[in-house]
């Protein structure tokens, strides 16, 4: 049996979220669901129309770019990429071909690099809707124009998971850049794999195929799968990979021939010339890529490894922190108030950091059950940073026990309460005052002297039955921790 090895680069389209259009000032707003409301001659192709191109549209490019360590190019141009389909009314897609705004970065994650080859920008194309029992399609031209970005990958992905976690990494990264919601179930983001493979002792690389429009993170890792299998069957049996472009059956999980080599298109690109190149050079002063570079904000895996550092989180937690940037934000807030009262009451650094660690169990746990069963997010949750830190005080002073925080945290989730007033409306305080519970032992003490004789005579269970009697009489009121303490002492 051979051993093969599989090579995998992604090729991955992001559409921008900028108010208009690439190249004319149409609203882009994907979400609108009458056919052809945002167009204009100029996203129509229209003969006669000049097209100016969306600088918000270029810099958030670049800013994705530097964020993904690449290299951004001192002059760039737009090209025309030439093919027919009903849903590219110019006739001609407008592109960029061999000068892309950006070249050469990484994105790194797991402790691994790829590389990137390309960022560039282009438009986006009109969409086709076949209605059901009819012989006619209708085009839907309100797409047409979007800015969309396109990221090439170099040909050094190992496997079908480190290729999908490779476009969530991307889909988190341009999430926190703002520079699209880059949801792919709504097509903002797109993906294609190409994928070959050799036996491992080769060194040039296998024919590749190329597996189109993967449109969830499912379909990329689970169409790679089949595509490793399927050739490694191939050259098994002594077959040819033939070299051709693919589609995926979610259906039936297959990938499917959809265009052979020969067939390939020859795109005839050439520079566009109603628009003109892109001097991004200094000098010339349209661009400030160091104002753009500082508008980038920290990156999930600095925050993951800021948060490991400065609060002790464990990876896992700090990991979900890092890939949810309000839940990350609300967090901070709540430690910041903690920390403030720590000092005021001056706290022991290590029982801050205990705190800090109990925050994010609670927010990680809870909140996040709170938040999910009731279709909400962390942006809209009534709970103030400041009273979840006081909250978090409240179960550090032993003021209520853990049961009773459940239902204290529900209820500030529900009417935004502050945490104290609730606790006294509620009667959910815990009592941990020493002489009230010290009262409520000596009457257990005197009406279960049975227990009391058993425990001086080496029964260790009869203890647990009179914290149990104490916190029955309390109405589950009563501090246990403390109730055994003391129950210990008169006893002793
Ligand atoms: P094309 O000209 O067919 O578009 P490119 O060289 O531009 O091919 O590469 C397109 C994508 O395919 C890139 O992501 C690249 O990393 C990947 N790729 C190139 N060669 C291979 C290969 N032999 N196996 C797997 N992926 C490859
Ligand atoms: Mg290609
Ligand atoms: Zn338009």
């Known amino acids: 049996m051979i051993k093969y090895e599989p090579v995998i680069g992604m090729e991955i389209h992001v559409e921008l979220k900028t108010k208009s259009k690439m190249f004319c000032a149409c609203a882009n707003n994907p979400d609108e669901t009458q056919p052809n409301q945002n167009i204009c001659p100029i996203c129509m192709g229209n003969p006669g129309t000049l097209p100016v191109a969306n600088k918000k549209a270029i810099e958030d490019t670049i800013k994705t770019a530097l964020a993904l360590n690449c290299k951004i190019a001192k002059h760039s141009k737009f090209d025309r990429k030439n093919y027919f389909y009903p849903d590219l009314p110019k006739g001609y897609q407008i592109s960029q071909y061999d000068m892309p705004l950006s070249e050469g970065g990484f994105l790194e994650f797991n402790g691994k690099k790829i590389n990137i080859t390309r960022i560039h920008l282009e438009e986006d194309t009109g969409k086709l809707i076949h209605p059901k029992e009819t012989d006619y399609s209708l085009v839907d031209l309100n797409r047409a124009g979007t800015p969309l970005m396109e990221l090439v990958t170099e040909p050094e992905i190992k496997s079908a998971q480190e290729a999908k976690e490779f476009c969530r990494q991307l889909q988190l990264i341009v999430k926190y850049l703002g520079v699209s919601d880059a949801n792919m179930e709504k097509g903002h983001m797109r993906c294609e794999a190409n994928i070959s493979i050799k036996p491992v002792w080769q060194k040039e690389f296998g024919t590749k195929v190329e597996i189109k429009n993967l449109n969830s993170f499912k379909a990329v890792e689970r169409s790679i799968e089949y595509e490793i299998k399927r050739q490694s069957e191939a050259l098994d049996d002594k077959e040819e990979i033939a070299q051709e472009t693919r589609g995926w059956n979610a259906d039936n999980q297959e990938t499917y021939s959809q265009r052979k080599k020969e067939e390939a298109h020859d795109y005839r690109y050439f520079p566009e010339p109603d628009l003109p190149p892109i001097d991004l050079t200094k000098k010339a002063g349209l661009f400030d890529i160091e104002k753009i570079k500082e508008s980038i904000p920290e990156l999930p895996l600095f925050k993951k490894n800021r948060f490991i550092n400065q609060y002790k989180l464990s990876e896992e937690n700090a990991r979900i922190f890092s ?134 005579n080496g029964k260790e269970v009869a203890l647990k039955f009179l914290i149990g009697q104490s916190m029955k009489e309390s109405n589950g009121k009563a501090n246990p921790r403390v109730v055994e303490e003391i129950l210990k002492k008169k006893l002793g």
């Open 323 to 456: 890939e949810d940037k309000e839940l990350a934000n609300y967090f901070e807030q709540i430690v910041s108030e903690l920390r403030e009262w720590g000092n005021s009451k001056r706290i022991d650094g290590n029982l801050i950091d205990k705190l800090t660690k109990l925050t994010a169990n609670y927010i990680l746990t809870e909140l996040q059950r709170l938040l999910y069963k009731n279709d909400d997010t962390v942006s809209c949750c009534k709970i103030t940073a400041e009273n979840f830190a006081e909250f978090i005080t409240l179960i550090q002073e032993g003021k209520i026990s853990s049961s009773g925080a459940q239902t204290l945290l529900f209820e500030m989730y529900k009417t935004g309460g502050d945490p104290s007033n609730i606790l006294d409306e509620k009667s959910l305080g815990q009592v941990s005052n020493e002489s009230e519970i010290e009262k409520l032992v000596y009457k257990i003490i005197k009406n279960n002297q049975k227990s009391v004789e058993d425990y001086k």
